[in-house]
């Protein structure tokens, strides 16, 4: 490979940011003795360069499937320039970390052994650490050994104040910076990796799916939903349960919200979400063989393992309800939780009801965090190319945290904001079919949709119709309040679909800001009217999707981390 090409550039950063890296673990590694999180630093720069390594290997390994060629090779030029900012960016970052620490513990040789090269500030592989606690030979002096020790000893004490008192904090953070970066670096490629033409090869997906490197970075799972998601990997079996007992068991639910329950199977709690499938027929139909596809293959993308941004409990089956017309998709519930989930709908104010009922609103801390992992799960539906088409605060869980008082206090006190659980998938299929749906003209719903996927929708769902959705609920959020209680009658005398978009508007532009702030009330006002400054996006709108990780996930994460 070419050395002056932007792959050999790319790898010679990659290259340097390890030996850096390895020699700051070194360095840090001489502090053990003086606390106990010291290995925990140099533990986390080892495993921060692990990853790095492997990232370099799925990244500019030769393999068949991209004819000889690199994975790295198969992105375009812009995105080929970002990889390399962004570890030279990670580079700098740890190099700080390496000059603060070998000025207090040895001596950087920058002109002996430093190979040329255009960016002398950063340290080269030549560069030596010099152990801590080394002190040089000398001959015997007319000093007494007492003296001699007790210097020693001074100094070691006062190293051992500098680090604690100074430079263990500035570490700190910098090791901070520096995992949050190569956490965003490795985000980046894998969204490359999959949300752009590169992630419609069959054969590219089946290499991250099952590439050792590509497994250490997480990448073969978003790969799998990928494939779930697009129809292009096969379901191998259906997840529907036949099994007699469970079908009686589902006639004792314990129903609440209308959609959802709670039953007991082989002794564990599980949740319920029902699906109806053919609203308009007055008698019971059974599944058509693509009603029957898109349960499954739903089923299937629910089932599968998530990371946990996500935010979706796993699915362990469903059961077909003919006499209702409606299929039940079974939930395991959350490790510890309390089965008894509380939409955010119901968590939020009652409509109509008076300040004095209302209970506590939530802290700013707890809000913002709920709104960025919203946020985030939206933004990696979107990575695999999966759209909700439902999402809204009723469709939104929380499980209560078990009561520890003799008396059970009630469950919407004892929720953590987060924790989220997103379901009501409605069918959801991948955003290159058309959801035609029927016409649904229900006001408590529609408030969450936007202008045009209301009423008779005449265009496929596409990824700003869940963004305007998200924005409705950070509305929400924001103000505590339910969307349908900011106007007078609830919008069911609102017959203009862009009137309710525009309404919703004017009440980010006067309410927010003073309640949760401007960049908040930015990131809302920028969901509803889905302006994220994009032009010439590609097919698989990438650039729309760097722009809402950029502009709202990123924007909500550092909100909710300043608190």
Known sequence: MDPLSIAGLTIAVIDQLWKVSERTAELISNFREFDNDTKTLENKIRDENSRNRALRRLLFDPSPIYGGKTMFEQFDSEVQNQIQVFFEQARGVID???????????????????????????????????????????????????????????????????????????????????????????????????????????????????????????????????????????????????????????????????????????????????????????????????????????????????????????????????????????????????????SLLRALPPLGSSSSSKSPTPSLGHRFQLAHKLAKCISQLQLVKWVHESFRSENILFFPQPSTEATASPAETRLDLTKPWVLGFEFSRPEMYFS?????????????????????????????????????????????????SLERHGFSSVNDPEAIQNYLIKVAEKKLSSKVGEKYQQVVLKCLRGNFEVDNDTKEDLKLQVAFRSQVVGVLEKIADAI
């Open 96 to 342: 700080e970390a390496f000059q603060i620490l070998s000025r207090r513990v040895g001596k950087t040789d920058a002109n002996k052994d430093q190979p040329e090269s255009s960016d002398q500030s950063y340290p080269s592989s030549h560069l030596v650490a010099a152990p801590m606690l080394a002190i040089p030979a000398s001959k015997p002096s007319n000093r007494s050994i007492s003296t001699e020790n007790l210097l020693k000893a001074v100094s070691v004490q006062r190293l051992k104040w500098s680090w604690s008192l100074s430079y263990k904090k500035r570490i700190e953070v910098i090791v901070h910076n520096f995992s949050d970066l190569n956490a965003r670096i490795h985000e980046n490629v894998k969204l490359c990796s999959l949300a752009t033409s590169l992630g419609i090869n069959l054969q590219h997906l089946e290499r991250l799916k099952e590439n050792n490197d590509a497994k250490t970075l997480g990448f073969d799972v978003d790969a799998k939903l990928h494939m779930t998601a697009t129809m292009t990997q096969p379901i191998s079996q259906t997840l529907e349960v036949e099994d007699l007992q469970v079908s009686q068991d589902l006639k004792k639910v314990t129903t609440f919200e209308d959609r959802f329950g709670v039953f007991h199977w082989d002794g564990k709690p599980m949740l319920v979400e029902y699906r109806s499938y053919n609203l308009q027929s007055p008698v019971p139909v059974d599944l058509d063989p693509r009603s029957k596809d898109l349960v499954d293959s739903l089923a299937s993308l629910l089932h599968q393992p998530k990371e946990m941004v996500f935010r979706t409990p796993r699915c362990t089956g469903w059961v077909r309800q003919v006499n209702h017309n409606r299929v039940a998709y079974i939930f395991a519930v959350p490790e510890g939780a309390e089965p008894a989930p509380v």
């Open 436 to 484: 035609h749906g029927h016409g649904d003209y229900d006001a408590a719903r529609d408030v969450y949709r936007h202008p045009r996927r209301q009423q008779n929708p005449t265009e496929p769902f596409n990824k700003l119709h869940d963004v305007y959705a998200l924005g409705v609920v950070l509305l929400e959020i924001g103000l505590w309040q339910p969307a349908m």
